[in-house]
């Protein structure tokens, strides 16, 4: 049987939001005010939903949850709630504000035939939270250099949902990533820095599904793939500021980041300088 539509009906009202579309993955973080006091319904046909809540409290919450546990109490700083694919949660919400982050799952991005999840509301999860707080900061930046970053992000949540949240999680056998498709990986990376790599790409190339490439691809580099990427793209860009006379923001551009002001705010925190103080110092 066909999942249901998706639907949703929103309670108060916005004061803020910011949305983001990434592979598989929708994001918004925004300021939302209990009032008038309402109802709201969430279905999502084929994403899983999660809503974390960063700051602020509600006066009183109730939720009915489709095949979950009803929840009585109020909305709370760190608060994390999970609606999966195709299920219904109405929730009615009496006063207060909060700053809140949605995430909106794809089930394309969970492993080919994973279990069914199992709802829940305000409950707190540290692990989550601080997902939700990585993307909110990714969101802010507005730049087009984080899809890889969202997709590892995207496939973590998902592996961690299943761990905990299904009465029969999957187990997952390691994978070597070595020698010949190692270096496959790792070529297309480097071909590939001005552009837009994606997690879904290296697994690709690897010949592995997303969720044991990024386990594999840090097991033998050490580092997770958007970190790698990020470190390689710096190498390039302090290569091209030391044997070029190139504009720093063209060379923003060679190396994969999205402006030149994105290039020195990495470049800053990973090599303790700005591109042009380093241009000069060399």
Not at 171 to 200: C, K, M, P, W, Y
Not at 212 to 234: L, N
Request: net charge positive; hydrophobic share 40%; proline share 5%.
């Amino acid at each position: 049987m066909p999942a249901p539509p998706s639907l949703r009906k929103h309670a108060g009202r916005h004061l803020s939001k910011v949305a983001r579309d990434w592979n598989g993955l929708r994001f918004e973080v925004g300021t939302w005010r209990a009032d008038p006091p309402g109802e709201g319904v969430v279905r999502q046909a084929d994403e899983h939903v999660v809503f974390v809540t960063f700051s602020g409290v509600t006066s009183r919450t109730r939720t009915w949850l489709d095949g979950g546990q009803d929840y009585v109490g109020a909305d709370f700083p760190g608060a994390v709630s999970l609606i999966p694919a195709g299920h219904d949660r109405r929730a009615w919400h009496e006063g207060g504000m909060i700053e809140y982050a949605t995430i909106q799952l794809s089930t394309h991005l969970m492993p080919h035939g994973h279990p069914r999840l199992r709802g829940f509301t305000n409950q707190q999860d540290p692990f989550v939270l601080q997902l939700a707080d990585a993307l909110r900061t990714e969101a802010r930046a507005a730049d087009t250099a984080g899809r890889l970053f969202a997709d590892s992000v995207a496939t973590t949540l998902g592996l961690y949902l299943l761990r905990r949240h299904t009465d029969t999680p999957l187990e997952f056998r390691a994978v070597n990533l070595t020698g010949r498709r190692l270096r496959l990986v790792l070529d297309h990376i480097a071909e590939n820095l001005a552009g837009d790599v994606s997690l879904a790409d290296l697994a690709e190339v690897a010949g592995m599904d997303v969720h044991r490439f990024a386990r594999a691809f840090k097991a033998a580099t050490g580092q997770p793939p958007h970190r790698y990427v990020v470190a390689r793209r710096v190498d390039r860009a302090a290569e091209l500021l030391t044997a070029t006379a190139l504009p720093i923001a063209e060379i923003a551009h060679l190396a994969g980041f999205s402006s030149q002001s994105h290039l020195t705010t990495v470049f800053r925190k990973v090599l303790g300088a700005t591109p042009h103080a380093y241009r000069r110092a060399c």
